[in-house]
């Protein structure tokens, strides 16, 4: 059965830590994704990587970065965390030119 | 950044009604797909649909992708508590996958 596993399902971080969620897919897929979903606003795309070592800034980029060290695993790094970053993250992989994606179950996070 | 307006946002309704929501964008397509989310889970793809006109059934559920490839839609026929869930449109270039807000559907018993 195919997967993609996010480290945590909730965590809670201090205003100005820095974070870090990580997500390992297990279907040698090259693209992977970051997303996160607020009420309201849907899915929003943050950062996606088509090969290891590369990434592409989505439509919200402000205050993330990324690691794609290793294909089967894509990082998502909050530099100082802030309370408008409390929300739920989405991690995603697909293969190249195929549009499934195929989602972690989500991290939601909580800065206080 | 390639837009994709769902509507409507909240649909209630009783079990054995029928419902259509819709997914529309200004730009065309090579794909869509439709995926469902139930809460405190991740999307799952419903279907994935390529050819502009093609119509695809999953059991009680019909999607049609418009002539043009710019837009959607998902009909439910007799729909049950079962269907209750956030159902999401996305499509995008081969990198970067953009979904809309999606339609927040609940069936009441």
């Known amino acids: 059965d195919v997967k993609v596993t996010q480290s945590s399902r909730y965590l809670v971080k201090r205003t100005g830590e820095k974070v870090f969620l990580e997500c390992v897919q297990d279907?040698?897929?090259?693209?992977m994704f970051w997303y996160r979903q607020d009420p309201g606003l849907g899915l929003r795309l943050i950062y996606f990587?088509?090969?290891?070592?590369?990434?592409e800034k989505g439509d919200i980029p402000e205050g993330y970065s990324v690691s794609r060290e290793k294909k089967e695993r894509f990082s998502l790094i909050l530099e100082s965390a802030s309370t408008n970053q409390t929300s739920m993250y989405l991690c995603?992989?697909?293969?190249?030119?195929?549009?499934?994606?195929?989602f972690g179950q989500g991290t939601r996070l909580t800065v206080v | 950044t390639q837009l994709l307006e769902q509507s409507p946002q909240f649909l209630s309704i009783q079990e054995g009604e029928n419902l259509t929501v819709y997914c529309n964008s200004s730009?065309?397509?090579?794909?869509l797909q439709w995926y469902r989310q139930e809460p405190g889970e991740g999307p799952v793809l419903l279907v994935t649909?390529?050819?502009?006109?093609e119509v695809k059934k999953l059991k009680r559920l019909t999607f049609q992708f418009g002539d043009a490839r710019k837009d959607s839609s998902l009909h439910i026929t007799a729909a049950q508590p079962g269907d209750t869930g956030l159902y999401l449109c996305?499509?995008?270039?081969?990198?970067?996958?953009?979904f809309g807000a999606g339609t927040r559907l609940t069936v009441k018993p």
């Open positions: 995603a992989s697909s293969q190249i030119r195929q549009g499934r994606a195929f």
């Open positions: 279907m040698d897929h090259e693209n």
């Open positions: 990587s088509y090969d290891v070592k590369m990434k």
């Open positions: 730009s065309v397509f090579s794909s």
């Open positions: 649909v390529v050819t502009g006109g």
């Open positions: 996305a499509g995008g270039s081969w990198g970067d996958m953009r």
